[in-house]
C-alpha cells in the first residue's frame, strides 16, 4: 500500500489511497445510455465514488454532456452539436438501442435500454451529483477545430458556478484547451490524456530507430507502433506535458502504464489514472486491447498503483478492487 498524496487537497482523485478510485465511464453504459443523468445517478445509488463524463459546446455556447459530435449514433439524428442550439438540442433523444461499436473480438456492439434518455446540461450534472460523487470532465478533442478552446473557459464558468472545484477534476487529448481553462480556473486541477495510438502517424519512422528504453513488455513479433508505444511510456513517465500545462495529474490508457511509470510519476507528486476497462465497444473503430476485458488486468493496474480506473462496468471492476 502506497502513501503518498498531491498536496493537501480534498479532491477524492488527487488524495492519498490504498485503491484505485473506481470511475464509472460516461456513467454506467452498461446500464443506462452514456453520458445521462439515469447513469449518474445510478452510479451513485450503486456506491460508484467517481464518474466520467464528455462535455461539447452548442451553438449558443451552452456546454453539454455528449460525446459525439456528430449525434446520428446517439440519436439517429444526422447533425453537429455545435450547429444546433440548447432549445434543439433538448428536442432530440438518446434511442433505446445504442450502437457501441466494436466489441474485443471485432463484432458489432448494440446495447438495448430499456427507456430514451436526453442529453444534460454540464451545470445540470453538477448541481444533481457532484456532492455524491467525484467527477472527471472530458473537453473533447475534434481535429477540425483544434484551435478553438471556448469549451474550456466555459467548463470552468460553469464549475466556478457550481463551486465544485475540489469535487472535479479537468481532461483532455488537446493541451491548448486544458492552458486555457488553467487561464481561467487555476485552482481546478487537470491534467493530459494518453491514448496508446497517438503517435501512430509517425510509426514508419519510428520502427526505424533502435527501440526506446520502456518498461512496457510488448510481445515479440508485434511489428508495427512499439517504438511508438515505447515512446508514450517515456514521454508519461517524465511528465513533460504535465510540466508545461502546470497540471498534478495525468491520464493514460491502460496500455501505457506499468509499475515503473506510477512510481516515477507519484515521485513528481502527480497522480495518474487509466481507461477503459470492460469497455462495451470502440465507437471510433479502434480495436480494443484484449488485455482491457480481463480481471488479470485490473490486478495488475492495482499492483502498479494507479489511482483510478475507468470502466464501462464500475459495478463490476468496483467487486473486484474492494
Same mark, same amino acid.
Not at 434511442?95 to 446495447?111: D, K, N, Q, S, Y
Not at 472527471?136 to 478552446?149: F, G, T, Y
Not at 508485434?222 to 508514450?232: E, H, I, K, T
Given at each position: ?16 489511497? @490504498? ?253 495518474? @489514472? ?14 480494443i486491447a484484449p488485455s482491457a476485458v480481463t480481471e488479470a ?26
Amino acid at each position: 500500500m502506497r502513501h503518498w498524496c498531491v498536496r493537501e487537497s480534498p479532491n477524492p482523485f488527487l488524495g492519498a489511497r @490504498g485503491r484505485p478510485i473506481v470511475v464509472g465511464h460516461r456513467g454506467v453504459p452498461a446500464l443506462h445510455q452514456e453520458n445521462t443523468l439515469a447513469g449518474f445517478r445510478r452510479a451513485v445509488s450503486l456506491g460508484i465514488p467517481a464518474v466520467e463524463l464528455d462535455v461539447r459546446l452548442t451553438s449558443d455556447r451552452r456546454v453539454v454532456v455528449v460525446h459525439d459530435h456528430n449525434l446520428r449514433r446517439l440519436t439517429g439524428v444526422a447533425r453537429k452539436v455545435d450547429d444546433l442550439t440548447w432549445d434543439e438540442l433538448t428536442r432530440l433523444r438518446i434511442r433505446r438501442e445504442l450502437p457501441m461499436g466494436r466489441g474485443v473480438h471485432g463484432e458489432e456492439v448494440v446495447v438495448r435500454y430499456e427507456r430514451e434518455e436526453r442529453i444534460p446540461l454540464l451545470a445540470e450534472v453538477l448541481a444533481e451529483v457532484s456532492g455524491q460523487v467525484a467527477i472527471n470532465i472530458e473537453l473533447k478533442l475534434d481535429v477540425p477545430m483544434v484551435w478553438q478552446v471556448e469549451i474550456a473557459t466555459r467548463t470552468a464558468q460553469v464549475i466556478a458556478e457550481a463551486n465544485a472545484q475540489d469535487r472535479v477534476i479537468v481532461t483532455s487529448f488537446d493541451p491548448r484547451k486544458l492552458l486555457a481553462l488553467r487561464r481561467i480556473q487555476p485552482n481546478v486541477a487537470h491534467g493530459f490524456c494518453f491514448d496508446d495510438s497517438m503517435l501512430d502517424f509517425a510509426s514508419p519512422l519510428l520502427d526505424r530507430l533502435p527501440p526506446f528504453s520502456s518498461e512496457l513488455l510488448l510481445p515479440s513479433g508485434r511489428g508495427l507502433r512499439a517504438n511508438a508505444r515505447r515512446l508514450l511510456n517515456r514521454l508519461l513517465e517524465i511528465d513533460l506535458l504535465g510540466r508545461l500545462l502546470g497540471s498534478r495529474l495525468v491520464a493514460a490508457e491502460h496500455t501505457l502504464i506499468g509499475r515503473r511509470t506510477v512510481k516515477r510519476l507519484h515521485a513528481k507528486g502527480v497522480a495518474i @489514472g487509466t481507461h477503459t476497462l470492460f469497455p462495451l465497444g470502440s465507437a471510433g473503430g479502434k480495436p480494443i486491447a484484449p488485455s482491457a476485458v480481463t480481471e488479470a488486468e485490473v490486478h495488475r493496474l492495482v499492483e502498479a498503483g494507479v489511482d483510478w480506473i475507468e470502466s464501462d462496468d464500475p459495478e463490476r471492476l468496483q467487486r473486484l478492487i474492494s
